[in-house]
T-cell receptor, first 118, second 110 residues
Framework: GAVVSQHPSWVICKSGTSVKIECRSL??????MFWYRQFPKQSLMLMAT?????????EQGVEKDKFLINHASLTLSTLTVTSAHPEDSSFYIC??????????????FGDGTRLSIL | EDQVTQSPEALRLQEGESSSLNCSYT??????LFWYRQDPGKGPEFLFT???AGEEKEKERLKATLTKKESFLHITAPKPEDSATYLC???????????FGQGTRLTINP
């Protein structure tokens, strides 16, 4: 089955630092990747959609200068949380879609990154 | 606006006690309805996609069904390892993104 790897799985850092999270599709080429945020006991909140080679589309209320997304290849997307503060602490999850857009194929998810800002 | 509502929020069952989880949805042109399982501290794991009313899919102890307004995830004779949060999501025709429900936290007691 489709495998999506997310790294790191857990990061703790000081307030004001920037943190980069990687999302890789290991056995398929992902033209589209999604970044979600999940608070405890809540569902997934879509932050942005990134298509390979183009700028990410951010959901309403998500600061694009705060959450930088780069999707430079068909197997890698990165999310950088810039100047992170305690309120940015959360569980961040990526997902990926293969090369056929708007098809009925499911999104395949990584295992998430637990971000804690002190 | 597309919406997904799951019920109940939480469900506790004894091992072997069958039940159903509900996912009610409104979407302008359904592309697909997706069921995922999520274990604590992990990303969602894909279970099923349903495309049209009347469709059913099965996998081990799970069976998903779809009508024009809702989907059910039936769990037959569950085991403790079926304990997880089950998420339902809909995709609209012409759109890549999914809209997720809040999930149902299922606990199966031995």
């Amino acid at each position: 089955g489709a495998v999506v790897s997310q790294h790191p799985s857990w990061v703790i850092c000081k307030s004001g630092t920037s943190v980069k999270i990687e999302c890789r599709s290991l056995d398929f080429q992902a033209t589209t990747m999604f970044w979600y945020r999940q608070f405890p006991k809540q569902s997934l909140m879509l932050m942005a959609t990134s298509n390979e080679g183009s700028k990410a589309t951010y959901e309403q209320g998500v600061e694009k200068d705060k959450f930088l997304i780069n999707h430079a290849s068909l197997t890698l997307s990165t999310l950088t949380v810039t100047s992170a503060h305690p309120e940015d602490s959360s569980f961040y999850i990526c997902s990926a879609l293969g090369q056929v857009r708007y098809s009925n194929q499911p999104q395949h998810f990584g295992d998430g990154t637990r971000l804690s800002i002190l | 606006e597309d919406q997904v509502t799951q019920s109940p929020e939480a469900l506790r069952l004894q091992e072997g006690e069958s039940s159903s989880l509900n996912c009610s949805y409104t979407v302008s042109g359904l592309r697909g309805l997706f069921w995922y399982r999520q274990d604590p501290g992990k990303g969602p794991e894909f279970l099923f996609t349903l495309y049209s009313a009347g469709e059913e899919k099965e996998k081990e102890r799970l069976k998903a069904t779809l009508t024009k307004k809702e989907s059910f995830l039936h769990i037959t004779a569950p085991k403790p390892e079926d304990s997880a949060t089950y998420l339902c999501a809909v995709g609209r025709q012409g759109a890549q993104k999914l809209v997720f429900g809040q999930g149902t936290r299922l606990t199966i007691n031995p």
